[in-house]
């Protein structure tokens, strides 16, 4: 009987090491990729002022793309579907700059200019100056810093609130030299007022959802380490 269970014995712990010795090979093994525990009421940190910047295709992205293996060229007149007519200047623009920058991507390129023009925006309206410096050329931001500059002289706030961006277009596109220019026409719904030193609205209006249009251009040094693009021009749209 002693034999019996000494043989059951063996062979349950040599089960118990096999199994445990499984597990730790699929559970107990640190890959690189595991994603941290999620935490639905965490809020995401806030960014410095220099990490506020317009997010395209960087350069580890264009060589990545570098990298795959090369896919059939498309037709003219699909390559900038949906984004700009097939033979037209903008379509012209955008070859000029996509031939100079690989990794040029003129729908991401839109996603990213919708950020930078609600933080612009907003960054405006707070007289954030450190995140506008960081966001526009320096002609710009001189313009700005004036205009905040003559408003907390005056003593006045502005409150701006987004309602939404309906419409983000490009308008014009073209390659000066090394520098790639991109204009996009904006199409927002904005609740803006501004208030004098005792909080009466001296313009717009805090109940009100105005339809705003604009019409920026945006620029990068295509030979630049630096993927971010800057403003470099605004004007009111019709």
Not at 41 to 63: C, D, F, G, M, Q
Not at 181 to 206: E, I, M, W
Request: hydrophobic share 40%.
């Amino acid at each position: 009987m002693d034999d019996v269970f000494d043989i059951y014995t063996i062979i349950f712990l040599a089960l118990a090491v096999f199994i445990f010795l499984r597990l730790r090979s699929v559970l107990g093994q640190r890959t690189g990729r595991e994603r941290p525990p999620y935490d639905p009421y965490s809020r995401e940190p806030a960014r410095p002022a220099s990490e506020k910047v317009v997010s395209l295709p960087n350069r580890a992205t264009e060589a990545a793309a570098q990298q795959k293996p090369a896919e059939p060229a498309e037709p003219p007149g699909e390559r900038w579907k949906g984004v700009a007519e097939a033979g037209s200047p903008i379509a012209a623009g955008l070859d000029a700059i996509a031939a100079t920058d690989s990794g040029f991507d003129p729908k991401a390129f839109l996603t990213g200019a919708r950020s930078a023009y609600e933080m612009i925006v907003i960054a405006y309206a707070e007289g954030d100056r450190r995140t506008l410096k960081n966001l526009l050329s320096r002609d710009v931001f001189e313009g700005f810093e004036a205009a905040i500059a003559e408003r907390e002289k005056r003593g006045e706030t502005v409150e701006s609130r987004f309602v939404s961006i309906d419409e983000a277009e490009i308008t014009g596109a073209e390659l000066r030299g090394k520098t790639a220019q991109v204009t996009v026409r904006f199409l927002s719904q904005l609740v803006t007022a501004t208030r004098d030193r005792q909080g009466k609205v001296v313009d717009g209006n805090p109940e009100i959802v105005a339809e705003v249009t604009d019409v920026w251009t945006f620029a990068r040094e295509i030979s630049s380490r630096d993927p971010n693009w800057k403003l470099v021009a605004t004007e009111a749209g019709q």
